[in-house]
């Protein structure tokens, strides 16, 4: 039985053509994670130091298109909000300011560098935020 499919097709519009590139900081460094923290890892990331094949003299992880740098959890004020959650009451997320003196600053400081930087929220109707603010206490 032969079968005639068609051809794929896509767009040339110059999108999609590598896997979106980046890091986070969940597995490096889990809730042991301040603003300083995720500042050296933006420079860490930025740095020229390392030999890339293909590529002449030194390159950083920005460079070779490692650009999108995330903090995954544990920058909330848990318990701090209604019902013990991290969101005020119209919603808005509580930052742990110990921790995070300025998210503004933080991304001002990564943005700079070229990076693109962002950070996990969790709306206060996902049963998964009452999770965070558990592990958040551990």
């Not at 301040?34 to 990331?45: G, V």
């Amino acid at each position: 039985l032969l079968v005639a499919t068609p051809p794929a097709q896509s767009m040339d519009n110059g999108l999609g053509l590598l896997p979106p590139m980046g890091w986070r900081n969940w597995w490096s460094m889990f809730c042991k994670v301040d603003q300083a923290s995720m500042e050296l890892s933006f420079t860490k990331m930025t740095e020229r130091r390392r030999q890339a094949v293909g590529r002449p003299g030194l390159s950083s992880f920005a460079d070779l298109g490692y650009v999108a740098a995330g903090l995954d959890d544990c920058w909330q004020d848990c318990g701090a909000g209604i019902n013990g959650s991290f969101h005020d009451s119209q919603g808005n997320p509580l930052v742990d300011k110990s921790r995070f003196p300025s998210l503004r600053d933080m991304v001002a400081f990564g943005s700079s560098r070229g990076l693109q930087v962002g950070w996990c929220k969790c709306q206060p109707s996902h049963a998964f935020a009452l999770y965070l603010c558990m592990v958040c206490a551990d």
